[in-house]
């Protein structure tokens, strides 16, 4: 059974950082890119980074780009989402994702993703 299983959400004030993980099974995870996504209250769902668990090459959308740091350990089939200088705007359900590949997704499209995670809440207080 292919599992993605996100952890780390919490309750930061702006200015804070939080690290989310996502745990891997089911699946060799190094036949996969990993993405991060987010969907705030009454909003679509966004992509937020993706990484190659390959070669470790990333992407990043421009709203997180130098906040966010997106890594993978294929040790322990995990990728995390190390965020800095949270703040409310970035207030959301973080979803996990893999797509078969060994590719960044570049547009961070959804659509190009087949197994997702449950989501964890991230919210950040002004």
């Known amino acids: 059974e292919v599992r993605l299983v996100e952890s780390g959400e919490g309750l930061v004030q702006a200015g804070g950082s939080l690290r989310l993980s996502c745990t891997a099974s089911g699946f060799t995870f190094t036949d996969y890119a990993m993405g991060w996504f987010r969907q705030a209250p009454g909003k679509e769902r966004e992509g937020v980074s993706c990484?190659?668990?390959?070669?470790?090459?990333?992407e990043y959308a421009d709203s997180v780009k130098g906040r966010f740091t997106i890594s993978s350990d294929s040790a322990k089939n995990t990728v995390y989402l190390q965020m800095n200088r949270l703040n409310p705007e970035d207030t959301a359900v973080y979803y996990c994702a893999a797509t078969f590949g060994t590719t960044v997704v570049v547009e961070l499209s959804e659509d190009e993703f087949d197994c997702w995670g449950q989501g964890t809440q991230v919210t950040v207080s002004s």
């Open positions: 990484i190659s668990t390959t070669d470790s090459s990333t």
